[in-house]
């Protein structure tokens, strides 16, 4: 079955032409089946490119899925026009109102700010509270991720030496993960962060279990032992070309930049880079869709 979208989403018409199945609201009414409410709490500035890369996750599904993208009420956006935000957004006042079946939570850039001194960070923290009475279950995603574990276990980030910044293998720490049900005992995860947490104080959190990790990159798949919330430390939705521009965007303002690991044929930057991960990325979002969204979630909202 297919996402449900507005028709008139950039991401629609992209989708359509990878031949992604997307249903609009006009059809969808005709279907007698409760799709299952996601809402998407976009942090990240590249909205329209964001938006993308998780309906096209999400839509490798045999579920209905009505999507709600939602917006910072706190903070004025830079790169994304105010009226598409307007149409195609609602804010967290109307996200607040309602009940959702999950709910993902983007990274921002904004990791090497004190939490507190991120402009919506009270809002966000709303958003996490809320969530915990009126979302089966919450993904959260690279400085998301750092933000619920903060806001909700108090587990802090620390910085890095430099960024990490590549491709890097994983390995699943447990065999009995539904989450992790037909992954390979080793798998590919993008990292694109300033920041880390340390091991010890996911492994000395009684509400916590590390579900995988990578021996460069660090703890990268975490959740809380009731199911409710899932933190994901790198960029699964990432597409083949998304590290290779941001490689190219801070090289031309001159930040200090390695050329991201085990990401280019041969490391070798002049090559065209290649996806690793993709089968991984829709194979984990279809596993939190099925068995942690769907088959925890009643038909009728209460």
Same mark, same amino acid.
């Given at each position: 079955?297919?996402?449900?979208?507005?028709?008139?989403? !950039? #991401?629609?018409?992209?989708?359509?032409?990878?031949?992604?199945?997307?249903?609009?609201? =006009?059809?969808?009414?005709?279907? %007698?089946?409760?799709?299952?409410?996601? #809402?998407?709490?976009?942090?990240?500035?590249?909205?329209?490119?964001?938006?993308?890369?998780?309906?096209?996750?999400?839509?490798?599904?045999?579920?209905?899925?009505?999507?709600?993208?939602?917006?910072?009420?706190?903070?004025?956006?830079?790169?994304?026009?105010?009226?598409?935000?307007?149409?195609?957004?609602?804010?967290?006042?109307?996200?607040?109102?309602?009940?959702?079946?999950?709910?993902?939570?983007?990274?921002?850039?904004?990791?090497?700010?004190?939490?507190?001194?991120?402009?919506?960070? %009270?809002?966000?923290?709303?958003?996490?509270?809320?969530?915990?009475?009126?979302?089966?279950?919450?993904?959260?995603?690279?400085?998301?991720?750092?933000?619920?574990?903060?806001?909700?276990?108090?587990?802090? =980030?620390?910085?890095?030496?430099?960024?990490?910044?590549?491709?890097?293998?994983?390995?699943?720490?447990?065999? #009995?993960?539904?989450?992790?049900?037909?992954?390979? %005992?080793?798998? @590919?995860? @993008?990292?694109?962060?300033?920041?880390?947490?340390?091991?010890?104080?996911?492994?000395?959190?009684?509400?916590?279990?590390?579900?995988?990790?990578?021996?460069?990159?660090?703890?990268?798949?975490?959740?809380? =032992?009731?199911?409710?919330?899932?933190?994901?430390?790198?960029?699964?939705?990432?597409?083949?070309?998304?590290?290779?521009?941001?490689?190219?965007?801070?090289?031309?303002?001159?930040?200090?930049?390695?050329?991201? =690991?085990?990401?280019? @044929?041969?490391?070798? @930057?002049?090559? !065209? !880079?290649?996806?690793?991960?993709?089968?991984?990325?829709?194979?984990?979002?279809?596993?939190?869709?099925?068995?942690?969204?769907?088959?925890?979630?009643?038909?009728?909202?209460?």
């Amino acid at each position: 079955m297919p996402i449900k979208i507005q028709s008139d989403l !950039p #991401a629609c018409s992209i989708l359509e032409h990878e031949n992604i199945f997307v249903m609009t609201e =006009k059809r969808a009414l005709t279907q %007698d089946i409760r799709p299952l409410k996601i #809402a998407i709490v976009n942090l990240m500035p590249t909205k329209e490119t964001t938006e993308t890369q998780l309906l096209r996750l999400l839509a490798n599904t045999p579920l209905q899925v009505e999507i709600s993208l939602v917006r910072m009420e706190a903070h004025v956006s830079k790169h994304t026009n105010q009226n598409y935000l307007n149409k195609f957004y609602i804010t967290t006042s109307e996200l607040l109102n309602q009940k959702f079946d999950g709910m993902i939570v983007t990274g921002a850039p904004v990791e090497q700010l004190p939490f507190e001194h991120v402009d919506y960070w %009270d809002e966000l923290c709303a958003i996490m509270d809320w969530a915990r009475a009126n979302v089966f279950s919450t993904l959260y995603v690279c400085w998301g991720a750092f933000a619920g574990l903060y806001h909700l276990y108090n587990i802090n =980030k620390f910085p890095l030496d430099k960024k990490m910044f590549g491709v890097f293998m994983n390995r699943r720490l447990t065999n #009995a993960e539904p989450l992790l049900r037909g992954f390979d %005992d080793a798998f @590919p995860i @993008p990292q694109s962060r300033h920041t880390t947490v340390r091991f010890e104080d996911i492994m000395n959190h009684a509400a916590l279990v590390l579900l995988a990790a990578s021996d460069e990159s660090g703890a990268t798949l975490i959740k809380s =032992k009731d199911n409710r919330e899932i933190f994901m430390t790198g960029h699964l939705e990432y597409d083949t070309d998304t590290l290779l521009e941001e490689y190219e965007r801070d090289k031309a303002k001159q930040l200090p930049i390695d050329a991201p =690991k085990h990401y280019f @044929p041969n490391d070798n @930057p002049t090559t !065209p !880079p290649v996806s690793t991960w993709r089968s991984t990325a829709h194979l984990f979002y279809s596993n939190w869709l099925n068995y942690y969204v769907y088959q925890e979630t009643p038909y009728n909202f209460v």
